[in-house]
């Protein structure tokens, strides 16, 4: 709760502790080389700070609620049928589970998997109807009226995925018996085994009050799986810079981004969207996390983690005593206490 607040107004991230005076006396320099009011963004950072505290319990009370009184439009989306994933999706996740040295050279050669750069790929996932059928039924929650949150501070426009009940049928499937395959193989030196995750949507839209574009950063994940799900567009595009701990790795890479198919890099990797110019492009988010690591250094401030209890819907992937990763992953009725934030 201390790392990687976003000032919008500033298109910059800062820590904050709760303490003004300290974090002035670290940053004046900077706001004042940026032009910032220190009492805007001290305002902002106050109420970023007690929305995260707050967040666990609200998250909460929003899936309960959608779990009473939303009537989902397209109930099957709720569950991963085979139908769903593009067959080469289904052929790359069975080759890299399998040994070999020329597998990958493979499957690159079929157009099934494309290096956009080292450590960054892009392979198909969700087939067109797929697709359909998940925006259509995001549309309708949104036009339900229920409560929802933005998923990050970045991001206005969007929807958390477990609070919507997306998770245990859906997602859980996804990322633990097919990205786990995929990460394993492509990004060995990011991830131990992936037993958490926290997906979400992301909306750029052209028009006056949509979210037109995304300020550099990198996530809180350990790989990160980025999959079209919709929308035409100009512009808005996603680049890549390289890596957070290591910004001289090689010249920035413009990812193009296909209906369907995703982008999967390092967590760590530093990107951002360019302006959307017109129209609209509407992503799923996997942010996908390994316990193996992230317990032993915070991917967000690069320090041993000290932990808060939170619960399933606004963790954060760390299992510290008393929990382990079988608290993370598969287990439906979480109390607040067993997962940390």
């Not at 593009?86 to 990958?104: M, N, W, Y």
């Not at 992936?194 to 979400?200: E, H, I, V």
């Not at 939170?310 to 997962?339: I, K, W």
Request: proline fraction near 5%; include cysteine.
């Amino acid at each position: 709760i201390t790392h990687n607040y976003f000032v919008r107004s500033t298109g910059k991230h800062f820590s904050y502790t709760g303490d003004d005076a300290a974090f002035l006396e670290e940053n004046r320099s900077e706001l004042k080389e940026l032009g910032a009011s220190e009492e805007e963004v001290l305002t902002e950072l106050r109420r970023q700070r007690q929305e995260r505290l707050k967040a666990p319990e609200e998250s909460l009370l929003r899936a309960q609620r959608i779990q009473k009184d939303y009537q989902a439009l397209h109930p099957e989306v709720y569950r991963l049928e085979l139908p769903y994933l593009q067959e080469s999706f289904l052929e790359l996740v069975r080759q890299l589970g399998q040994p070999g040295a020329t597998i990958i050279s493979g499957l690159k050669a079929k157009k099934i998997l494309e290096e956009v750069k080292p450590g960054i790929w892009t392979f198909p996932v969700f087939t067109e109807a797929f697709c359909d059928q998940l925006e259509a039924e995001l549309v309708h929650f949104l036009d339900s009226g229920l409560p929802r949150t933005a998923p990050n501070t970045m991001n206005r426009f969007g929807i958390i995925m477990s609070e919507l009940g997306f998770c245990e049928h859906l997602l859980d499937p996804l990322i633990y018996d097919h990205v786990n395959v995929v990460a394993s193989r492509l990004l060995p030196a990011f991830c131990e085994t992936l037993d958490s995750y926290r997906a979400f949507t992301v909306l750029y839209d052209s028009t006056a009050n949509g979210d037109k574009d995304l300020a550099m950063h990198y996530d809180n994940a350990e790989v990160t799986l980025n999959i079209n799900i919709g929308g035409t567009w100009g512009g808005g595009n996603v680049v890549y810079y390289g890596l957070a701990t290591n910004k001289d790795d090689g010249p920035e890479v413009e990812a193009t981004l296909r209906r369907g198919w995703g982008v999967f890099h390092a967590g760590l990797e530093l990107h951002k969207a360019t302006p959307i110019s017109n129209g609209r492009r509407h992503n799923l988010i996997l942010w996908c996390r390994s316990s193996g690591v992230r317990n032993d250094l915070c991917p967000m401030c690069f320090k041993q983690p000290n932990v808060v209890a939170t619960n399933r819907y606004y963790h954060e992937g760390f299992t510290v005593p008393p929990c382990d990763a079988s608290m993370v992953q598969d287990v439906p009725d979480m109390s607040s206490d067993d997962l940390y934030d």
